[in-house]
């Protein structure tokens, strides 16, 4: 047998789980870790400017490629406490991340010894294991645990604290002979798929609701040829948008409270009958539950058993892998159409391109300065399909969703559940470095890039190049929406006159100044006419210099963004001006009807 330290046996774990790249920042209780990874080889490490960042950067890198894992590490005490939001944001939206810390000896960790904190009990809440390793024997079955944990039913993050007596302490491991262990994920049966099908055939307005589940289990295409079948329209959630083209002639579009298209919601209020597939009913899709449930039926299929009627009760649930669940759907919905039984929903569908067609919202402004509409005017005619865009939270975010158009999986990297101010730069990096031949777009509000804007010297540290289009009102815009209903507008201005950059007038934060500092190239932008030419710009500019690259829209103060304010999806308020006429919304997937 081999013997080697217990940190080398995670280390040699690792690579045959299929690990090649891991975030982190060293510290003096995870150095023998570190020690081990270099000697090693094999594993390509990013050094990270906060801990935190590297746990967003890791969620990045699992969301690009069905079977990544991304890995962060980092030392005892804080390192742990600054990757508690990366796990939080990682099991709210099952996304598999491993984080290891490192920890005091096991001889001190109850003595209040310098940094040393029981992270895994502080972790527990937001993972699906967090374990203090105390026997560096149990090393290699706590790692062979994490991946068979996190890969099994609903994904999900898992923490290590290795104590650094553990890490050095010798062990027998054979890394030759290591097998990694059968993932566990529940199936449905044939029969459970006829009755869920009974019921669509059923119905005579259904819709599928398609969620991040069916994205997790690299279903997409599964789910597009089960649609196309039965001839049903697909409304994708949040975490499943790009799971079918946006303009696919099933795609009804997004439904919900903030994140959704008009015509969505429309047609969501016209169903009798919704299947939901990998989906978890989040609050901000359904908004108040007697309206969304009035008048339709529901089946639930989740790989999650504890989800289905954790919202509402739907009339049928199934425990089972999106995959697995549309391997069937797909293989009796071939059989009835063959028998000539499935009904004909082309009037439906037709009826909900109609409405694709004709509510719209409108894109298209010239007003300096900027509206943010025509930001997402202009990202839709500079990127291409093949484009990963990666967002968290806010307006910014609201109305990408709104306005932006998405065609492949995993091609809209979204903090959906947590949405924490700051993830956009790290997610970022972590997509570009699992994709480095993808053209990745990052977008966010000026408050969201400034949490973590050190982030940024790490693509110029390490060579990753994606553009980052930030839309500066100066504002805290989200929140400043949502105080309209407390009738104030208090602490949310961002505002200041810098002394620095007098041409920026109350905007602030010289953002460009702050990007160059960092190693990185930036561009402002005030005219909208210019936001075209800017795009193409930073794409030569990032290619060139291999370095992330920022364009700032400096937009008008104030405005709202369409969303309801009464929890009701048949009661979205539009802000602004909706399109009337095709120039309003020239990007729009399909040409406005009059």
Excluded at 27 to 47: E, R, W
Excluded at 108 to 133: L, N, R
Aim: contains cysteine.
């Amino acid at each position: 047998m081999a013997r080697m330290t217990a940190a080398r046996a995670a280390v040699e774990i690792l690579k045959r789980e299929g690990v090649t790249d891991a975030f982190g920042v060293p510290g003096a209780a995870i150095n023998p870790f570190y020690a081990a990874l270099k000697a090693s080889g094999g594993v390509n490490h990013t050094l990270a400017r906060h801990v935190e960042g590297a746990s967003h950067m890791a969620e990045g890198y699992t969301r690009t490629h069905p079977g990544n894992i991304g890995v962060c590490i980092g030392t005892s005490g804080p390192a742990g406490t600054d990757m508690i939001t990366g796990l939080y944001s990682a099991i709210g939206d099952s996304i598999p991340i491993l984080c290891i810390t490192g920890q005091a000896p096991t001889a001190v960790i109850h003595k209040e010894d310098f940094q040393a904190v029981d992270i895994a009990s502080i972790a527990k809440p937001v993972t699906k294991m967090a374990v203090t390793v105390l026997e560096a024997a149990q090393v290699p079955g706590v790692f062979q645990q994490a991946f068979h944990l996190m890969r099994s039913g609903r994904p999900g993050p898992v923490l290590i604290d290795l104590p650094i007596d553990v890490q050095m302490t010798e062990i027998e491991f054979d890394p030759e002979t290591y097998e990694p262990l059968p993932v566990y994920r529940p199936v449905a049966s044939r029969a459970q798929i006829e009755k869920a099908i009974g019921l669509l055939n059923a119905s005579e307005r259904p819709l599928i609701v398609a969620g991040g589940g069916v994205i997790n289990a690299d279903a997409a295409d599964l789910l597009v040829e089960f649609a196309e079948l039965t001839g049903t329209p697909v409304v994708p959630t949040l975490m499943g948008w790009g799971l079918l083209p946006d303009d696919h002639e099933l795609n009804a579009g997004m439904v919900g409270l903030q994140t959704s298209h008009r015509y969505g919601n429309a047609t969501f209020l016209e169903s009798d009958f919704v299947l939901g597939i990998g989906n978890r009913w989040a609050n901000r899709h359904t908004g108040k539950l007697d309206v969304y449930t009035a008048g339709r039926k529901f089946v639930h299929v989740d790989v999650e058993p504890t989800q289905i009627g954790k919202i509402f009760a739907p009339d049928y649930g199934i425990a089972s892998d999106a995959k697995a669940a549309l391997e069937l759907f797909v293989e009796v919905a071939k059989e009835l159409k063959a028998a000539g039984k499935l009904p004909d929903r082309s009037q439906w569908a037709a009826s909900a391109q109609e409405r694709k067609a004709t509510l719209q919202r409108r894109t298209h402004f010239d007003d300096i300065p900027i509206k943010p509409q025509r930001v997402y005017e202009e990202m839709n005619k500079a990127f291409g399909p093949e484009t990963r865009y990666v967002s968290t939270i806010g307006l910014s975010q609201i109305a990408g969703a709104q306005m932006l158009h998405v065609y492949r999986p995993r091609h809209w990297i979204n903090c959906g559940q947590a949405g924490p101010l700051g993830w956009t730069v790290p997610a970022a990096l972590g997509v570009a470095k699992a994709d480095p031949e993808a053209q990745v777009v990052a977008l966010s509000g000026d408050y969201d890039f400034q949490f973590m804007i050190e982030e940024l010297a790490v693509g110029a540290q390490h060579k990753i190049p994606y553009v980052h289009v930030l839309v500066n009102n100066s504002y805290l815009g989200l929140i400043r929406q949502a105080q309209r209903g407390f009738d104030m507008d208090f602490q949310v201005k961002l505002e200041f006159e810098n002394i620095n950059s007098p041409e920026l007038g109350v905007y602030g934060v010289d953002h460009v100044k702050v990007a160059e500092g960092l190693g990185c190239k930036a561009i402002r932008v005030t005219d909208p006419n210019e936001l075209g030419a800017a795009f193409e710009q930073a794409k030569k500019l990032a290619a060139e210099h291999q370095v992330p690259v920022v364009v700032e829209a400096i937009l008008e103060r104030v405005t709202n963004i369409s969303m309801s304010g009464t929890n009701d999806i048949s009661n979205v308020v539009e802000f602004e001006e909706v399109a009337t006429e095709p120039g309003h919304a020239p990007t729009a997937v399909k040409t406005l009807k009059v």
